[in-house]
């Protein structure tokens, strides 16, 4: 079968892996003051932190309408025998939902809850590709890649929590006690749903590193096919530490590093790391 993978811009590959796997994005609207600007093409990260830095108000994002889902799945459900979506987590965005009513007019199309976000996201993506190149059924495709978002591990690691408060998701109180003792809280993934789960304490290269540690050390739990270090800025020092502390642990056979694009920009700010990968 010749299946057209389509994602979430949320899904934070690079350039370079979209473009290997022909993959095309669905990309989200990032809305800054009174303006609206297309994910990733008239906007960037930078451009965020920039409007912030400044003084302006945190940006937000809107889910791809049904039009748009709509405009991609008329445009490759005729030039491909099948068409696999991948959103962003249905718990974090309208983009699944709205997919899905626009795949419903579709017979050739499917569309896959990630359950998740960036390249967490991007892992179901990935995974897709090759399934598109071994599967005969669409539905088959669904029901693996469905198992398979099931087992992915996403979490990241904050330096500030600036944006935190901004967006109110954390109080000042908490993010001034936070500060006066150092602490960097991480954030994982359960369940299609963000949670703290750790406090680290001290330099933030020093806490990545006992974060990637704890991450990947004596378990044996981890495919180690693929993982993802993906990042907001951050110091040439901290990135030295994660790397340092990856190869430290078993070996993976592909390290990505990738920068997180505006949805991840928009609600953790700069300073943010996360290593992403796949449970057995």
Do not use: W
């Amino acid at each position: 079968m010749n299946i057209k993978i389509i994602s979430d811009s949320t899904c934070d590959l690079s350039p370079e892996l979209l473009a290997e796997h022909n993959i095309t994005l669905s990309r989200l609207t990032v809305i800054k003051g009174d303006e609206q600007f297309t994910d990733g093409e008239t906007i960037t990260p930078e451009d965020i932190f920039a409007h912030v830095a400044a003084g302006g108000s945190l940006c937000s994002t809107a889910a791809c309408s049904i039009g748009q889902y709509t405009e991609l799945y008329s445009q490759f459900s005729g030039e491909y025998d099948g068409v696999i979506q991948i959103n962003i987590g249905s718990g974090f965005s309208a983009c699944y939902q709205n997919a899905c009513i626009a795949a419903a007019d579709f017979p050739n199309v499917r569309v896959v809850d990630s359950q998740n976000l960036s390249t967490g996201q991007g892992l179901v993506v990935l995974e897709a590709c090759r399934l598109a190149k071994s599967c005969n059924s669409l539905d088959e495709i669904v029901e693996k890649l469905t198992e398979y978002a099931s087992r992915v591990e996403a979490s990241f690691l904050l330096d500030q929590l600036k944006y935190m408060v901004k967006g109110g998701r954390c109080s000042s109180a908490a993010a001034l006690g936070a500060n006066l003792l150092n602490l960097k809280p991480c954030i994982e993934v359960r369940g299609g749903k963000m949670s703290v789960v750790k406090k680290y304490r001290g330099t933030y290269s020093k806490c990545l590193a006992n974060y990637v540690k704890d991450r990947l050390s004596e378990r044996d739990d981890i495919v180690h096919k693929e993982l993802f270090i993906t990042y907001t800025p951050v110091t040439d020092e901290c990135l030295s530490a994660v790397r340092e502390a990856v190869a430290a642990c078993e070996p993976f056979e592909t390290v990505y590093e990738t920068t997180a694009g505006c949805t991840v920009s928009c609600h953790c700010g700069p300073g943010t790391l996360g290593v992403l990968f796949v449970r057995k």
